[in-house]
């Protein structure tokens, strides 16, 4: 039976031939030579435009989290056509940008997705204020937050979440790495960053900047 396939195939490729006049064949990775559309590579894309755009986007647009917490008064929903973006156009997940400063309360780095727990300056409501120090990442927060990242411009649902996992990476260099978070309890901090809002009594910052003071 295998040997029949194997030559009704070979029949087919030669027939191919006869009409076509060649064959090419294409290695695995390279089919954008035979195609022409440019290969997906998620980091070269977020690499491209973290500095000159994502962070300058973000830093414009972020809300001031003490403000931003007094407003909603424990309803972070009532602020979405105000300050918030979900992550499709008008429906998904609902994530906001906001920037603050904070005295740094806990640092744990024993689970993979590591976090800073800090108390906001003027601050004094119940909502547990957390900043992502991976190397794990929860969520898409920083890629729904950008106006300048829309799914519609990716081929896939592979390749869109392909850039959320490069702009972690470029947090975890470029952000994280230089702080000594071992050395962090206690300190002061500026950030700026994206959350998602789904927990009333907890808000997971992914930071975009991160200064020690």
Sequence with gaps: ????????????VLMLSSLTGCIKIVKTGEEYKLTGETQFNAGDDVAGIWDSKAVPELTEKAVDLLA????????FKSLDKKYGKYSMGTSGELNYTV???????EVNT???????????EGYTGPVVIRLQVGPVFKGTSIRDSLNIIKF????NQVDFAAVSQSIHKIVEEKIIKPVDLASLEGKKIEFTGCFTADKE???LITPVALNVK
């Design 1 to 12: 039976m295998k040997k029949k396939v194997l030559l009704v195939l070979l029949a087919a």
């Design 68 to 75: 931003f917490l007094n407003e909603a008064n424990g309803d």
């Design 99 to 105: 920037k603050g400063e904070a005295t740094v309360k």
């Design 110 to 120: 024993e689970k993979k997705s590591g976090y800073i727990e800090v108390t906001l």
């Design 152 to 155: 519609e411009e990716y081929k």
């Design 201 to 203: 009594d907890l808000i």
